[in-house]
Structures are given as C-alpha cells and as structure tokens.
C-alpha cells in the first residue's frame, strides 16, 4: 500500500496546479489581483446599478411612503423596457437578464405578497401587480424551475390582472402586443410550456374536446399562432396547434397567404407521416387540402385528396376550377398517372378531359420521347446479355455448342421475357412482332407467355396493338390463344379505350371451362383494370373465386381471381370483395389452402385494403377464425399491405416480433413480415434507413426462411433506385450456398436497379450469368434481372411512388408484391408454369420522363434543371429544392431521387411538380433581357 502522505503530496500538487490555472484564467478574462469580479464596462456597470436601484424602488423594502405606487410603476417601466430592447435579439445572453438574476427571488417574494384580491384594490396597484407578473415570467423563462412551468402561471395570472383592468374600464393601461413585444425566445418558451400544460390537464380527466377548461391556455395560443405565422415560424405555429389538438385554427388564420400556405402545407404532410393515430393524420392532411384549395391551389389541393384516398372530392375541386381550363388539363394528367378511373361530367370539354385520364395519348407521348432521345430501334435479348463479353462464352453459346438441350426452352422462355421488358411500349421488337417463328420455339406453357409478350411489347397502343394479337385469338393452340388474351389484358394496363376491349374478348373466357384460358383471362382482367373497380369486372370474377369443385387445378383459378379482384380494388376496401375472400379461404379445404398459388388469394385480399390502415381490422378479426397455417400468412399480408408506405413504427415493432420465433418449416408467415417491414417503411427515408439496420440484423441471427426474405424486402424498399450500398449487400447475397436466398438476390438486384439501364448492375449481371452457367434456375432468374434492368431501353421505371415521392400508387405497388410473393415460392410458380405472373409488372411501369407541353398538348422545350431532390420542410424563406443539378432541354429523364425545376423564367409550369407530362403557360410578368 502506498504511504498516507503521498495521497496528501499528491491533493497538495493538484491544488497548486489549480490556483496556478486560475491565476493564469483571471488575468486572461481582465479580474483584479483579489480575483473577484471581473471588470464590467462602464455601461455594463451604470446599466447594473440602474436595475438594482429600480428592483430596490419597486420592492420597498423600508415601506418608505414616499415612494408612492406610480413612482414604483415607472421603476418598473424601466426594468420592462431594458429587457425588451435587450430580448429582441437573441444572440448571446442578454445583460438584464445576467443582472436580475439574483433579484429573481425578490421579485417572486414581493408579488407573494400581492396574492389576494384586497391587495390590489385600488387601479395602480392591480397594475404593478400585473406588470411585475409580467416581468417574472420572463426571468423564470431562464431561472424558473422548468417542471412547474412557472413562466406559463406567472403569464396566465397576468393575463388574469389585465382582463380585470379591461372590465374595470381601464383598457388603455393594457399593452396591445403583450406577448410578441417581448421576443421570439420568450414566445417559443411559453408555447413549450402551453403544450405541456395542456397534456397535464388531459392527464388530469378534462376533456380535449371541450375549450372551457382550457381558455386561458387558447386566449395565448390565438395570440402566438399569428406572431409565428407572420414572423417566419409556420412550423412553431404548426407544431403548437398540433401540440393542443387544434389544428383546425389554421384554417381562421388571416396571415396566411400566397407567400406562406406552401411552407405550412408541405410541413403539415410531412409531419402527417409521424402521426401514429389515424384521426390525427386525417386532420393534418385535411387541413393542408383546405389551406390549398383556400388559395386556389386546385392542382395541389388534388394531391393531398388522393393521398388522404378521398376520390370523392375530385368532382368538387373541378367544379371550383371551371374558369380555368389548362388547371383541369393538368389534374386529368395527375388522376391518369395515379390510375383513378374517374369521369368528367358536365363539362365543354369533358371528351378531352377524359381522354387524358383514360392515358389515351400515353402511347404516342413515349413513343416521341424514344424517338427524340434515339432509342427507337429494337434489341434483341442477345444486346441485353451481351455474352461475347463473358470470359466462358456464356450460357447461350455453350447451347450452340451441343451442351445439354434440356434447357432449351427454359432459355427461350427467359429470352420472351426479356425481349417483353426491354421493348415494352416501343410497338415493335426482333422476336415477336416480325413473324410467328419465335412462338413456336417455346413449349405449352411457355408459348403463353411468348404470346402474351406481344401485350408487353404494344403496351399502351390499344388500337394498334388489337389488329397484331386479333390473329391468336382464333389459334387452335390453346396456350396461344391464353396468350393472346393474356396480351389484351397487358396491352389495356392503365388504358381506358370507350370499346372496352379487354372486358369484351375475355368475358367469354373467364365463364368458360377451359382451365388456361380461365387463368390468362382473370389475370388479363386484372392488369388491364387495376385500380379501377369496376363493377362489371368484379361480377365476372366473383363466381370464380367462389366455385369448389375440382381441387387442386380449380384452386390455381380461385387465387388468380381472387388476386385480379385485390388488383381491381387495390385500396378501395370492397366489402363484397374482401368477404367473398375470406369466406373462401374459411371454406377451403385443407389440400386447396397447401396450395402454392393460395398464397396469391391472401395477397388479393391484402390489397383490397392498401395504405388503408385501421379500415382493414375488421377483416383481420375475420381471418383470426380460420384454423389452418395459412391464416396467420393471410393476416400478416393484410396488415403489412393496410401500413404500406406509412411508416407506422408500432407496426415495424409487431413485424420484428414475428421474427424471433426460431422455426425452419412453415415460416411462411415470418417471411411475409420482413417484406413488411420494407413495405410499411418505404417511402419514409428515417425508417428505411433503420429498416436496412434490422435486415443486417436478421440475416446474422435468423433462421434460412426469414433471411431469403430478407433481399425481396430490401429491392421493396429500393425500387428503380440502385444505391451503392444495396446493390453491394445484394450482389453478396447473390452468391449464398442457400439456392433460394441467392434466386431471390438476382431478382432483386433486377427490381433494384428497374429501368435505369445501371452498368454497375448490368457487370454484376453478365458475371452471376458466367457463375451459374449450369443452373437452369438461377439462370432462369439472372435474365429475368437482365430484363428489368433494360425495362423499357430504361425510359421507365417500377417505383410506385410519384408526384415527388408524395403519393403511392396502388396497381403499381400491387404489380410489386405479385413480384415479390412469387418469389417466396419460385420453384411452384416463376420457375415452374405461372411466369406469367411477372406480367403484372406492367402495371407498374410508368415512363420516367418530364415532358413540358402547350395547352395543345403539343411539346414545348424549354430548360430545365435536374439534380438530387433536397428536403426544405421546415426550412424559412425559399431554400434551394435540388442539389448537383444538371441543366437540360425537356424533354429529360428523372430518377427516383431526383427533381426537376424550370429553368427559365419565360414560362410557368400550372403544376409545382415537374413529373410526367407538364402544361406551360408564358408568364406574363416576364421581360427579356436587354441585348438579347
């Protein structure tokens, strides 16, 4: 043990140390040689002297009568006006507050002492009383305990002395601006406070609804929503209203104007996506429709209506906007992009408006772009895997070479899709199109897809695309005419045509008995129609889902219809629908419900109620009742699929939990959770970020279902978007031991990277193509990723969310997760006779364009900047919205992340946001420069 007197040595050497130290600290900051106080300024010590002398006159504490109470009044107004001069910048600490901090319990004591109704009997006094509240509530706003909110009660008792003077006859004593005069600090302290009181007061059984028991905190809050509102601080105001649950004063507000509703509507949908209750949500998105339609806003006012799933409110916003036509003409445009089936009435121009919603000039619209960006000219599947670059040859020549043949027609298969990918809606490719050779090159099933392909190739073109699939229709071959009424279905995706084409040739089938005929007819109907709901649609296919005879071959029937039904309805909470589900699935026997395709049915009923949060609990209560293992899949599809895109954190919590059950057999149900994870946190940057972390998370602690969910959940979070990070993670999942884990990697890395034509990707591609050149399956897979990532000669994009990332399309999602469940079973349906099923991809393709036209719909180029979209909510005056940007002549290209801005002056666009087609008009205010 260490001698005592070393620790004493070791205290005393400490402390010289320290008084050196300080020594050394006092002569830097100016104190004198006794080391006291430092020197203060003149002014700093006149200033002192001067509080202390008014603090000594208004406490009086020798009672002299002398000093009367207007003499102790004027003291007052002395110490009011320094601390409001020195509070209104809040740069450092202001000096009277410095200097009335050890006088704080002296001025608390003193107005303890004015407690009482005969204290303050006469006028004068009940004014000092309420002056010098006023006073404390500024110095408790840095020396009063935070907890008792003292700064709040000291206001509110002054407001209490001001509204008796008021009655008193004696409004003139009473400040106009009592609480704004005294600075932005202050007022932000007292809204923190006012929330927290409210809370309490709610915690302590008042009810929220009712204003009595909360007037005097409203009274403030009426005065601070104005001063923040007008002074730059939308969000404080915002936060304060949402803070006492009265959201709806906004709407009374007259500060708000043409400079500011932006700024509070983009805060307020924003903030909607952070509120966990429903109700609160409604609220948030419902006030910003009324700011927008408030100021004529017609077109933004629209985006929030189908956000909050309100298409009833479509038909008002048209009306309101009767004068102005090119508004509606953008509006039709936004509806037609979104995929909602609604019909303009009563209006001179309701066949032009109409048209635009049906997509009618969709076609044509791309076909000029192609043309215009040079990209017109058909590929080949060969362009695409570009095998002579391939240090082995590849597996297309090794065929040549007299390898195994087997797999033949599982190539061509993969070659019919690519081919159907990568010159979709350009009307013509190398394969298809030229003559029926290729066909014939395809076995059964296989033939189907190649003939539905024509759908895929002549996307969009109703007209045109009838004539070219009209002579399959009447082939003896039964899997060709499948096709061919699978292709009319693909060719009508998002297409409203006044024939019905697709409603009129696949009747027939649908009520037939032919089983191929059946299955391509109900998944025509429901590419062609999705997110329409049609009622004639569901009438058809109803019947089908509810027919029992026939097991297993009738049961592949029964799911595909049921999922063309979700397809139809996607989001819009059928009830005929959703009970005809689940009244299959609770009669399905047990060998009908082992179905692999069964899955599908759950899938339909999941997007009957997509994004519709609490609306599907009823449905969820239903299924509990079912006593097979698929209904708990069936009620992890519903749930996950009500959240999507809403980021709802209790929900990701629920999701996890399934997750920590170890089982290696029927875990079908976890698998369907981590893709639920991805889909409720998609769309939401924080929560996909935290997602990613609990997918590392998973694939190290998991067991082998769960991790070979884990890449179909990451390509839903990451749609059409290639981050770096993603495609690393993928591209070494994509080399697992596991057949199924790295299958479904390839696939992801196909959806990922979904018409961006990404040559990191495309390397990554030709390499698995080398490495499993032996694999029909993976093969299989890794042509299928070649496709997608060709998609359209990558003029398109899968991404379901649009209209700068502020709304989910419902059919395009769907299209996604018919992806995405297919892959949880590749072996019974992509790799086996249902690769049929990736056509309802088509119903998430969408062209990345921006196109600027005249009211004519004619092109009009201009500039137009694009660059990285940058988040500016909450931010004050008009911050920058896109980084890195790049200046280019429209018609352009736009990735997932990007945005795009004017960039001339010349012009207005009649939509904020530049996506899709865009209507310009000249700006009137616009006068060109001198010289040019």
């Known amino acids: 043990m260490a001698p005592e007197g070393s620790d004493k040595a070791v205290s005393m050497t400490a402390g010289t140390d320290k008084k050196k130290k300080d020594a050394a600290k006092s002569k830097k900051s100016g104190k004198d040689a006794a080391g006291e106080e430092p020197t203060m300024s003149e002014e700093d010590q006149e200033l002192k002297e001067r509080l202390e002398t008014c603090v000594s006159t208004v406490v009086n504490e020798a009672e002299e009568a002398s000093v009367t109470v207007p003499i102790r009044l004027k003291a007052l107004d002395v110490i009011v006006t320094e601390l409001r001069s020195a509070t209104s910048s809040m740069t450092s600490v202001p000096k009277p507050l410095k200097f009335l901090r050890p006088q704080f319990a002296k001025i608390k004591d003193l107005y303890a002492s004015f407690s009482g109704d005969e204290a303050v009997s006469d006028i004068e006094m009940l004014v000092l009383r309420a002056r010098l509240a006023d006073v404390l509530a500024v110095l408790a706003m840095t020396m009063g305990k935070h907890e008792e909110r003292e700064s709040l009660k000291f206001k509110l008792s002054a407001f209490k002395d001001y509204d008796a003077l008021t009655t008193r006859g004696q409004a003139s004593r009473v400040d106009d601006d009592n609480l704004g005069s005294w600075g932005h600090e202050f007022v932000r302290s007292l809204a923190g406070e006012i929330g927290q009181e409210y809370n309490a007061r709610v915690l302590e059984g008042e009810d929220p609804d009712d204003d009595t028991p909360f007037s005097d905190l409203l009274s403030m809050v009426d005065v601070i ?9 939308e969000a404080e105001a915002v936060d304060l209203l949402i803070e006492v649950q009265r959201l709806k004063k906004l709407l009374d507000l007259d500060s708000i104007d043409g400079n500011n509703y932006g700024r509070i509507c983009l805060y307020l949908i924003k903030t909607a996506d952070f509120m966990s209750d429903p109700d609160d949500y409604t609220e948030m998105l419902e006030t910003a429709f009324e700011l927008f339609r408030k100021q004529s806003q ?18 008002d916003l048209f009306s309101q906007c009767s004068e102005d036509a090119l508004m509606k003409k953008q509006m039709c445009l936004l509806l037609a992009r979104h995929r909602v089936n609604y019909e303009v009435e009563d209006d001179e121009d309701e066949d032009d408006l109409n048209e635009l919603i049906g997509n009618a000039q969709l076609s044509e619209q791309f076909l000029k772009l192609a043309q215009d960006l040079d990209v017109m000219d058909p590929k080949t599947p060969e362009d695409i895997y570009k095998s002579h670059l391939a240090e082995t040859g590849g597996f297309s020549r090794r065929r040549d070479t007299g390898g195994a043949q087997v797999d033949s027609a599982r190539a061509n298969l993969a070659s019919t899709f690519v081919n159907a990918f990568v010159n979709a809606g350009f009307g013509q490719d190398k394969l298809m199109t030229p003559d029926n050779e290729w066909l014939y090159k395809n076995k059964d099933h296989g033939m189907m897809s190649a003939a539905a392909s024509l759908g895929s190739i002549l996307l969009w073109n109703v007209e045109e695309g009838l004539t070219q699939i009209d002579k399959f229709l009447y082939s003896s071959e039964d899997y060709v005419k499948a096709g061919a009424a699978l292709a009319v279905g693909i060719l009508s995706s998002g297409v409203k045509n006044d024939a019905d084409p697709a409603l009129a040739l696949l ?13 391509a007819a109900c998944t025509g109907l429901g590419i062609a129609y999705a997110g329409s709901a049609r009622e004639e649609v569901m009438d058809l296919l109803l019947p089908v889902v509810e027919s029992s005879e026939g097991g297993a071959t009738n049961m592949l029937e029964v799911s595909l219809a049921g999922l063309a039904l979700g ?18 699935l609770m009669e399905g026997t047990e060998e009908e419900l082992d179905h692999s395709h069964a899955r599908f049915l759950c899938l339909g009923l999941g997007l009957l109620f997509l994004g519709r949060m609490e609306m599907a609990d009823a449905m969820l209560e239903a299924l509990r009742t079912i006593e097979h293992k698929i209904a708990k899949y069936a009620a992890i599809v519903l749930e996950t699929c009500a959240y999507a895109g809403t980021g709802n954190v209790l929900k990701i919590q629920e999701m996890l939990h399934h997750c920590t059950e170890h089982i290696s057999e029927d875990a079908d149900h976890q698998m369907v959770a981590v893709i639920g994870i991805g889909l409720i946190t998609m769309g939401e940057d924080v929560g996909a970020e935290m997602a990613l972390r609990s997918f590392d998370h998973l694939l190290h602690y998991c067991e082998l279902p769960i991790k070979r969910a884990v ?44 018409g961006t034509n990404n040559s990191r990707v495309a390397g990554l591609l030709r390499q698995l193509s080398e490495f499993y050149n032996k694999e029909a399956g993976h093969i299989f897979c890794v042509r299928i990723a070649q496709g997608l990532l060709h998609m359209g000669k990558g003029l398109m994009t899968l991404n379901p969310f649009h209209s700068d990332r502020m709304l989910m399309s419902g059919p395009a999602l769907g299209g996604l997760l018919v992806l995405v469940h297919s892959c949880m079973d590749l072996k019974n349906t992509l790799l086996d006779k249902s690769h049929f099923l990736l056509y309802y991809l088509t119903c998430a393709m969408n062209p990345r364009m921006l196109i600027t036209v005249n009211d004519d719909m004619s092109w009009r180029s201009v500039t137009a900047r694009v660059g990285q979209a940058v988040e500016t909510v909450g931010q004050a005056g008009k911050p920058k919205t896109i980084t890195g940007f790049q200046t280019h002549t429209t018609p352009v290209l736009l990735g997932t992340q990007e945005r795009a801005e004017l960039g001339t002056e010349e012009v207005l666009s009649v939509s904020n946001v530049l996506e899709g087609i865009v209507i310009l008009k000249d700006n009137p205010d616009y006068e060109p420069e001198e010289g040019n």
Do not use: W
């Open 507 to 519: 009747t027939e089938h649908v009520e037939g008995d032919n089983h191929t005929m059946k299955c």
């Open 567 to 584: 397809m139809i309805y996607a989001g819009k909470c059928d009830e005929t629908v959703g009970s005809t589900i689940v009244q299959r």
């Open 225 to 233: 929503v104005p001063f923040h509102v007008s002074h730059n601080a």
């Open 298 to 315: 017609y077109f933004d006012a629209l985006r929030v209506a189908l956000r909050m799933g309100k298409e009833d409110l479509i038909a």
């Open 711 to 754: 890449p179909l959940a990451l390509a839903i979070l990451h749609v059409s978007n290639p981050d770096f990070t993603v495609i690393d993670q993928l591209s070494r999942l994509s080399h697992d031991p596991d057949a199924e884990i790295s299958q479904n990697a390839v696939l992801a890395m196909g959806i990922v990277s979904a």
